[in-house]
C-alpha cells in the first residue's frame, strides 16, 4: 500500500514518538499544542493509535518543521548512535576477604601482652573454657584479662611463651 518503509498501518502513540525521534513528553507537548495531529482511538478498547496516513502527516512535520497548525517548529537535532553503545563500566566485587580467625583480635591482644608463643587455637580452647557461654555481652577488656590470665597460669595443654 504505502511506498514509504518507515509506517505501518497502526502504531501507538510511544512508537510514532520514537519514529520522529522525540520523547513521549515532548511528543504529547506538540500534539496538545496542535503541531502533530491527534491519534485515532480503536473503537473496542479505546486505545490511541496512528494510521498509517497520520504516520506520514506527522513524518512530514518533523520533515519540514512545520505542524499542522502552520506553526513553525524546531526541533533538536537526533542523537544517531555512532557506533555500538559502550557498556557500562561494572562496579568490581569485592573480594573476599581471608577468612579471619575467629578470636585474631584476642589473639594479638595478648601476644601485646607479652604471650607471644600463643597460637590461635590455644586462645579459642582458653575462649571456650573461660566463658563457656560466650563473650557476648562481656565487656571486651574482661575477655582480655580473663584468656590472658588463664593462658599464662599454664592451665593450658601447651603452656604459653614468656610467663
Do not use: W
Not at 47 to 76: D, M, T
Not at 147 to 163: E, N, T
Amino acid at each position: 500500500m504505502s511506498t514509504n518503509p518507515q509506517t505501518k498501518v497502526a502504531v501507538s502513540v510511544a512508537d510514532m514518538a520514537k519514529m520522529v525521534g522525540l520523547s513521549r513528553a515532548r511528543f504529547y507537548q506538540l500534539m496538545e499544542s496542535g503541531v502533530f495531529p491527534r491519534p485515532e482511538r480503536h473503537a473496542e478498547t479505546d486505545r490511541p493509535f496512528y494510521s498509517e496516513e497520520q504516520q506520514k502527516v506527522v513524518l512530514e512535520v518533523r520533515r519540514r518543521n512545520c505542524g499542522i497548525n502552520g506553526q513553525a517548529v524546531l526541533f533538536y537535532a537526533r542523537r544517531l548512535p555512532t557506533g555500538p553503545t559502550p557498556a557500562r563500566p561494572q562496579r568490581a566485587k569485592p573480594k573476599p576477604t581471608p577468612k579471619a580467625e575467629p578470636h585474631a583480635d584476642l589473639l594479638a591482644a595478648v601476644q601485646a601482652l607479652g604471650l607471644t608463643g600463643v597460637t590461635p587455637s590455644q586462645v579459642a580452647k582458653a575462649v571456650g573454657e573461660t566463658f563457656p557461654n560466650g563473650t557476648v555481652g562481656v565487656d571486651e577488656g574482661e575477655v582480655v584479662r580473663a584468656v590472658f590470665l588463664r593462658l599464662k597460669s599454664g592451665r593450658d595443654d601447651q603452656p604459653a611463651g614468656a610467663g
